[in-house]
């Protein structure tokens, strides 16, 4: 089945203390996003790639890191995570070479920092 | 990037047609009308997209207008499944920001039984 999962689904953690979401998908697609949803605010794009080793900066990248180096993995990175972080977070991926191409979207992960 | 708007929310019957519209007057020649929707406690899910013509898949339609200035998306029987935020959004000709998709406020579809 075509998928893209997340881990962890819910994560609880104090300010300060560096955690990794993780993102794979099983579709061999290129693009690759991270979202953050906040209530009022919407999805906003946190951090893309385009493939392999080749990442660049969404419009929210304050306070994030990412890294592709396998093109079904895309780890989101939080050094130093503050209350401000905490919100529903989306990875997403699609096929290059279409502007049809239809996103595929993880089941999200909800993060609270204290 | 062009703006869309949509209705802040809608409510229909199980098992009735459903017309969600979506007003795009800024719509550039090379822009693809895509619709996604996002259920309860999940992530956001493809619907359908299309440019010119109307399109039909297993999930809904797509009736584009002849200007392009506006498109409905048709469930044609709704049901409690369906209950979930709209979105009508806009993809340009090319891959900016990797295929950022911007979500606008969506539509909330309820549905009732």
């Known amino acids: 089945e075509a998928q893209v999962t997340q881990n962890p689904r819910y994560l609880i953690t104090v300010t300060g203390k560096k955690l990794t979401v993780t993102c794979s998908q099983n579709?061999?697609?290129?693009?690759m996003s991270w979202y953050r949803q906040d209530p009022g605010l919407g999805l906003r794009q946190i951090y893309y790639?385009?493939?392999?080793?080749?990442?660049d900066k969404g419009d929210v990248p304050e306070g994030y890191k990412v890294s592709r180096k396998e093109k079904r993995n895309f780890p989101l990175i939080l050094e130093s995570p503050s209350p401000n972080q905490t919100s529903l977070y989306f990875c997403?991926?699609?096929?290059?070479?279409?502007?049809?191409?239809?996103?595929?979207f993880g089941p999200g992960t909800r993060l609270l920092v204290l | 990037d062009a703006k869309t708007t949509q209705p802040n929310s809608m409510e229909s019957n199980e098992e009735e047609p459903v017309h969600l519209p979506c007003n795009h007057s800024?719509?550039?020649?090379?822009?693809?009308i895509h619709w996604y929707r996002q259920l309860p406690s999940q992530g956001p899910e493809y619907v359908i997209h299309?440019?010119?013509s109307n399109v039909n898949n297993r999930m809904a339609s797509l009736a584009i207008a002849e200007d392009r200035k506006s498109s409905t998306l048709i469930l044609h029987r709704a049901t409690l499944r369906d209950a979930a935020v709209y979105y009508c959004?806009?993809?340009?000709?090319?891959?900016?920001?990797?295929?950022?998709?911007?979500f606008g406020q969506g539509t909330e579809l309820s549905v009732k039984p």
């Open positions: 997403a991926s699609h096929k290059a070479g279409a502007r049809g191409a239809a996103q595929y």
């Open positions: 579709m061999n697609h290129e693009y």
């Open positions: 790639s385009m493939n392999v080793e080749v990442t």
């Open positions: 800024t719509i550039s020649g090379t822009d693809y």
């Open positions: 299309g440019l010119t």
């Open positions: 959004i806009l993809r340009g000709a090319f891959y900016n920001q990797g295929g950022k998709l911007i």
